[in-house]
């Protein structure tokens, strides 16, 4: 086997589409196998079979996973363990967003969006790591945002749920090295992508005018593309980031820099 990732073994959550769908197309180009979970299950089979077609069978896979339930996080991971003979690489990708500034945000979505951002990095890391543990050298990669690290005054729930993912990826990057694993913990923290995230923006304004309107933010002048991102989660993947633990990886066009 050749490439970046050879032999590495990687489960992807919210791999239906998006970041996760290119991160899966990513590492499997470089030579990963790759497990694809998403509570879209027909979505994540598509995206699976694409890269099949591509890499050969039996690179990648797919599981149903609500990343809030513990009971499907033991599921998908015990099969995507049998299935591709190990796990060596965890990227906690899924996550959602509500508007609402803080006095208009409902609680129940407060309670949605903390579940599936946060409680999902506890959960899949929680369960992940003793498969991990078993296929050292282990990554756990993190899809945090620039909203974990830059607060706005209009969406509270995403800003405080990406910097919890922020902090918790540390938080397990230094309980792995005390347990003298060689497991590392990053998070990621892009601006806005060109995702399916971005489609409520584009029905609003139209697609031109809403990209626009992102671009004018950022010091570069235009959004990202999935495969920016992607390529973030390549190195951190890869045995080229052995020694980068416990750290943040900005993919914003500059925007943190003003």
């Known amino acids: 086997m050749v490439g970046r990732v050879a032999g590495k073994k990687a489960f992807i959550t919210g791999g239906a589409q998006g970041l996760g769908a290119a991160a899966a197309h990513k590492l499997a180009s470089e030579g990963a196998k790759v497990a694809l979970a998403d509570v879209n299950l027909p979505g994540a089979q598509a995206v699976a079979t694409a890269i099949n077609d591509a890499h050969g069978a039996g690179t990648a896979f797919a599981y149903a996973l609500d990343v809030t339930s513990e009971p499907q996080w033991k599921d998908a991971l015990a099969k995507a363990d049998a299935d591709m003979g190990g ?111 971005l489609n409520p923006l584009r029905q609003a304004f139209g697609k031109e005018e809403a990209e626009a309107k992102l671009a004018r933010q950022i010091p570069l002048g235009r959004i990202g593309e999935p495969d920016d991102v992607a390529n973030a989660i390549l190195y951190l993947a890869s045995d080229e980031s052995k020694f980068v633990t416990g750290a943040e990886l900005k993919i914003d066009g500059g925007i943190s820099a003003m």
Request: charged share 15%.
């Open 87 to 197: 796990i060596s690489v965890l990227v906690n990708n899924a996550g959602i967003s509500r508007g609402g500034d803080i006095e208009n945000l409902s609680l129940e979505d407060w309670k949605l969006v903390m579940s599936v951002n946060v409680d999902s990095v506890f959960l899949g890391t929680k369960h992940a790591l003793p498969y991990l543990r078993k296929n050292q050298p282990g990554s756990i990669i993190n899809t945090s945002s620039i909203a974990g690290l830059i607060a706005a005054h209009n969406s509270p729930v995403y800003n405080a749920s990406k910097a919890a993912v922020w902090l918790l990826s540390k938080g397990i990057a230094l309980h792995c090295a005390k347990k003298k694993m060689d497991v590392r913990s990053n998070s990621i923290h892009p601006t806005f992508i060109d995702t399916p995230i």
